[in-house]
């Protein structure tokens, strides 16, 4: 190694910077710059040339000749091949108390050193950690990702990598860290030399040394990435089979490492994650690579994760388990479609199997018990969504180019024969430009047909003279096909693999422009596996032209029009923010008129058209009161709402404008906290449901709120005009718990409710509209119905986790099948997915819009925590909960108003034999439940006595019709 600028005396630097340089002369100096511009001033650059053929050690020279004390330079006598070595070799020189690495493609965020070194002279921490944001350099739109961003959202410290296993198997990076040297000395911790990868052991064997580790929540390091390169990076260089051998081998030095420590907990961690993301980046590219580097990859990976334990495994979700067992079994014919649907999660891949009333992905393996379980894939639902719900493989079988034509061959996965064999089938294909606002094209398959378990087809398209691109910025083309059966379709885009693209033929093309810009069209493959068209210029005049249209575009005057265009870009951009919309709409506040009679509905978010204000509205539809209705709805189209009212897109400025200028507000939930309500209009909140769990400013993380915060959520809750109670427990619990005065209070109950009440008074008249609805759902008018309604549940991280039957549903229907009908209504958060097995006897009905008729339409409803305990309550028909996991539930950091167990109205199942043996009796669930259960409605429903919509219309609209 030689160092040939001479260390400088003077202070120690707070900080030693550590820059690798190989062959890269033209960027070294900006991630240099990066560097001296740091906010601390206390920061010297050692830069480690990795005995760079192209200058870059001269440009080094030359960085630390101008920046004398400040820059040093050091040169490897040879090329070591990898990142570690000269990072090394960069320590040994460092003269600052701590040291951070820097590659000379990337950069540091100018405050990047004061914020690591504060928080390590705060905290006394060996390694101080902050974000790393991936930029995308060749994006249009500065593209940018933080690297797992949940790691660093506040400042902590832990004592022992153990307390945060995230930090250990996601973050592996070592250049948005900060290390004291003497820690890096003390502990011997070096790369490893010869061997990719190096990051991964050297992080981990620092996280496990560190005595003290500290995370900031401040971007430190931005990661220049280029996507459309040619020339991969070493760690993209995936289809190099020596590049996974260097993985393996890294993580068996940090397994020797954890076993030695006997890490077991972390060990695991490590092996979820390898499984679940390390071999995942290998997986997608196997589709395109020889059999004879996908069967040395799958020894490799067989001889490494075979010995995995088996909770490793249980932690995958369901496609990379199933990816991973056929992976080591070699069956590639079912593992490409897995993969496919791997990178594309929606897609459904596999023509799939039943056996026994569960749908499994192929039907090999399942002789094996463990791969039986493994291929079962009921739960993911695929057997449950109709045609154009579906977004089915579509494999690229042909492709030829005959003169001016591609003649494209596929065929298109047709999963448990959705596609009846004696369906009507007509298909076209779409050429659609990458930048969607541009044009499109199609073109007719001729030939669509039944073929074993898929849908083969055929086209001949004539791209050279039916495509007519611009030339300029529409040079990627998608494909997609558009199949119809029967009247019902589905789209589909086209997956390359078994057809070499590669060296496909490509096609002449005449562009708006003319040749001069683009001559070919040439088939490639898109990052998510389908196929897709790129201009490209083969003949020296397109070659000429294009050379002269890329100077164009990047002359001044080119970058003055991309600069107003892309400041117009911003503009719309702006316009449909949400900040500019919330601005916009207090402006008309102050300018638009109210428009008397108007009332603006929502229910749950605009979502649904459902509960209590959907009552109120058939209550003034009923009256035929003059009134403007307006329905908010979510979503791309709105499903469900009637069609004598006007549809408003919640969020668009139309609804914006629509709550600007209305005379009422009614919902159930909350119009947006940010949009203030003018003192013309009135709020009328019908709320959702009483309340078992802690709600509002009794919540414990809302009493930590700032007092900012808890202003702001204070000012959107004194809007409300008026708020619906139909008790004094609610009074007690959420008018309380929202700070709700006693003047803003409607005692009379829930308009939803009043259909409810008035079924109790009078139980032997079913509504014809039940009936249709029994009928449409295919229940049998010799069983009784049961409905299980669910809350949902969180996760600790306070998203919503999956559903799932915490009792055996299967079994269920074979003991009850024949005399009970089960109705599954999971809370609008979750998705129901049912096995075949159960058809007819269990039927989900999660999608039906208003939860009202299903309460009618049920002799028994089966909840656990949901309000809708206290609705189906007013029915005085049987209740029975299931409360499997009330410890779990009551005793977390909300907590509850009271204890169900002791006031259920119904027995409280614990164990599934518990819930059985309550449903094989419902008529003495009703007996001896009787009493309390017209204790729990005087308590919990007194003010719901059958006509609240009418006295809430009756107040405020009157009942000759005049609004008030």
């Not at 070194?117 to 995308?136: F, K, P, Q």
């Not at 070699?330 to 039943?354: C, F, G, H, Q, Y």
């Not at 005057?557 to 500019?580: D, N």
């Not at 229910?603 to 509960?611: A, C, F």
Request: proline share 5%.
């Amino acid at each position: 190694m030689s160092i040939d600028i001479p260390e400088s005396g003077g202070a120690e630097p707070d900080i030693s910077v550590v820059v690798i340089v190989y062959n890269d002369a033209r960027r070294l100096p900006v991630a240099v710059r990066s560097v001296l511009d740091q906010t601390l001033r206390g920061v010297e650059v050692v830069i480690a040339d990795d005995c760079s053929m192209d200058g870059s050690y001269d440009v080094a020279r030359s960085l630390a000749a101008a920046h004398p004390g400040r820059v040093r330079a050091i040169r490897l006598p040879e090329n070591s091949g990898g990142c570690g070595e000269p990072r090394n070799r960069g320590v040994a020189v460092a003269r600052g108390r701590y040291v951070m690495f820097l590659d000379s493609d990337d950069t540091l965020e100018p405050n990047a050193c004061r914020n690591m070194l504060e928080a390590a002279d705060r905290t006394g921490a060996d390694l101080v950690s902050g974000l790393c944001v991936r930029v995308y350099t060749d994006s249009r739109h500065d593209k940018r990702t933080p690297w797992y961003p949940w790691l660093y959202r506040s400042t902590r410290t832990v004592e022992s990598i153990a307390e945060l296993p995230d930090l250990f198997v996601f973050d592996t990076l070592s250049t948005n860290k900060c290390y004291r040297r003497d820690f890096l000395v003390e502990n011997d911790l070096t790369f490893p030399r010869g061997i990719h990868y190096e990051d991964l052991l050297f992080s981990a064997r620092a996280y496990l040394a560190a005595g003290r580790i500290t995370l900031i929540p401040n971007t430190v390091y931005f990661w220049n990435v280029v996507q459309k390169t040619t020339a991969k990076s070493i760690s993209n260089r995936r289809h190099e089979i020596n590049n996974f051998s260097d993985r393996l081998e890294i993580h068996r030095r940090i397994d020797a490492v954890l076993e030695r420590r006997a890490l077991d907990g972390l060990k695991l961690h490590k092996d979820i994650k390898f499984l679940k993301h390390d071999l995942v980046l290998y997986l997608r590219d196997l589709p395109f690579l020889d059999d004879d580097y996908r069967h040395r990859f799958a020894e490799l990976a067989r001889g490494y994760v075979q010995d995995f334990p088996e909770a490793a495994y249980d932690r995958l979700d369901r496609v990379h388990a199933i990816c991973a067992y056929l992976l080591l079994r070699e069956d590639w014919d079912n593992l490409m479609p897995a993969i496919d649907t791997l990178i594309n999660r929606d897609k459904v891949s596999a023509p799939l199997a039943e056996r026994d009333g569960r749908v499994y992905w192929c039907e090999q393996h399942l002789d094996d018990p463990k791969a039986r379980d493994i291929m079962d894939v009921t739960g993911l639902g695929y057997h449950g969504r109709p045609l154009e719900r579906m977004f089915l493989r579509n494999l690229l079988t042909g492709y030829a180019v005959r003169g001016d034509l591609v003649v494209l061959e596929g065929s298109v996965v047709n999963p448990l024969h959705t596609v009846p064999e004696d369906a009507s089938l007509t298909a076209e294909l779409e050429f659609r430009a990458r930048r969607r606002s541009l044009q499109t094209f199609r073109f007719p398959v001729r030939t669509v047909r039944h073929e074993g378990d898929t849908i083969a087809w055929q086209a001949a398209v004539p791209l050279s003279g039916g495509l007519r691109p611009l030339g300029v910025v529409d040079e990627v083309w998608d494909v997609r096909l558009h199949l119809t059966a029967d009247g019902k379709g589905t789209t589909t885009r086209i997956t390359a693999g078994r057809v070499d693209l590669e060296n496909a033929a490509s096609v002449p093309v005449r562009p708006r422009l003319s040749r001069f810009v683009a001559d070919r069209l040439q088939p490639q493959v898109s990052a998510k596996g389908h196929l897709a068209f790129r201009l490209t210029q083969q003949g020296p005049a397109a070659r000429r032209g294009r050379a002269v249209v890329d100077r164009n575009l990047h002359g001044s005057a080119a970058r003055s029009v991309k600069g107003a265009y892309r400041a117009l870009r911003a503009v719309r951009r702006e316009l449909a923010s949400g900040r500019r919309k919330v601005q916009g709409y207090h402006r008309m506040l102050k300018v638009l008129p109210v428009r008397k009679g108007t009332v603006v509905f929502e229910s749950h978010l605009g979502k649904q058209y459902s509960d209590s204000p959907r009552a109120l509205y058939e209550e003034m539809r009923r009256r035929r009161l003059p009134v403007t209705a307006v329905w908010a709805y979510a979503g791309a189209r709105p499903e469900g709402f009637p069609q004598d009212v006007e549809l408003v897109r919640r969020w668009s400025w139309r609804y914006l404008r629509a709550l600007a200028q209305a005379e009422f507000w009614i919902d159930n939930q909350g119009f947006p906290l940010k949009l203030a309500k003018r003192p013309e209009t009135t709020y009328i909140q019908t709320w959702h449901g009483s309340a078992l769990k802690r709600m509002g400013f009794d919540e414990p993380a809302h009493r930590v709120m700032s007092e900012q915060e808890q202003r702001s959520y204070q000012r959107a809750l004194d809007r409300f005009d008026h708020f619906v109670v139909r008790s004094e427990h609610d009074v007690r619990t959420l008018a309380r718990a929202y700070r709700i005065p006693e003047e803003k209070l409607l005692r009379t109950g829930y308009p939803r409710n009043d259909a409810l009440v008035r079924a109790a008074r009078d139980p032997q008249a079913p509504e014809p509209a039940l009936r249709r609805l029994a009928e449409r759902l295919g229940i049998r008018q010799d069983r009784r119905v049961v409905l299980y309604a669910p809350t949902f549940r969180a996760r600790p991280d306070g998203g919503v986790r999956d559903f799932a039957f915490p009792f055996d549903v299967e079994r269920f229907a074979d003991v009850f099948g024949d005399r009970l009908t089960l109705l599954v209504r999971s809370h609008y958060l979750n998705r129901v997915s049912l096995p075949p097995s159960v058809a007819g006897r269990v039927i989900d009905v999660t999608d039906e819009p208003d939860i009202t008729p299903l309460l009618l339409l049920s002799d028994a409803l089966v909840t656990d925590y949901s309000s809708v305990m206290f609705d189906y309550a007013l029915l005085r028909r049987p209740l029975v909960f299931y409360a499997y996991d009330w410890q779990e539930y009551s005793e977390d950091m909300r907590g509850t108003y009271f204890d169900l167990l002791e006031e259920a109205p119904g027995p409280v199942a614990r164990t599934e034999d518990e819930l059985f043996a309550a449903l094989s009796d419902l008529g003495a669930v009703g007996t001896q439940y009787e009493a309390r259960l017209k204790e729990f409605v005087d308590k919990y429903g007194e003010y719901d006595r059958g006509d609240a919509a009418a006295r809430i219309v009756d107040r405020f609209f009157g009942p000759a019709g005049g609004t008030r």
